[in-house]
Structure formats: structure tokens, C-alpha cells
């Protein structure tokens, strides 16, 4: 069985992201997760809460790009995944503007 450190290096690893060690063990305390538990359902959440915590952040670093080598995400469909995390976890997705409204009536 893999462990919830594990997971979230292997499904990060899948958009091509990879953290540091100390990236990885911030999320986990940031997540309140213990990244040697073994991946089950009752760690699942947690596991899935700290890849949400990562992936605002990921948007922060820039594309590179030297000589004949270049690193890039695929951005749509990490902020798809995303989105589709934070509606299973109930959190709010930090990456979609809201819509407001905006008193405009001086104007009439």
C-alpha cells in the first residue's frame, strides 16, 4: 500500500509537478496529515486537502524555459482537477474569480 506522502507525490507527478521535501512536509502540517500513515479511505481527505493546498501556489512559479529545454504545466487541467477538489472538500476554489455586483444606479 502507498503512503499519503506517496499519493501526493505520485498524483502531482502525473501534471508533471514535483515538490521539494520540505514543500511536501509543509503541506502535510499545513493539511494536518502524517505523510507515513498508509493511504486508505480514512487518510484519503486529508491526502486530497493538502494537494488542494498546493496547487494555488504552483500558478506562482513561472514557465522556464533555457536552450532547447523548457518546463510547463498543463495549466487547464490542473485547475480543473482543482476545482474538482475543492467541490469533494467543500473548500473554496481559490483560482475562479467570484462575480460581484456593483451599485452602478449614480449613474441613471
Known sequence: MA????????KLAGFNIELSADE???????????GTDVYSAATALGAKKAIAL???????????TEG??????DKAGITTYYGMLCDEL???NKL???PS????????
Open 68 to 73: 532547447g529545454y523548457s518546463v510547463k504545466w
Open 24 to 34: 511536501l512536509d509543509v503541506l502535510l502540517v499545513d493539511a494536518n496529515v502524517n
Open 101 to 108: 455586483i456593483q451599485d452602478r444606479s449614480n449613474y441613471w
Open 90 to 92: 467543500g473548500l473554496p
Open 3 to 10: 503512503t499519503v506522502r506517496g499519493f501526493i507525490e505520485s
Open 96 to 98: 475562479v474569480k467570484t
Open 54 to 64: 498546493a496547487i494555488p501556489e504552483l500558478f506562482l512559479k513561472a514557465d522556464v
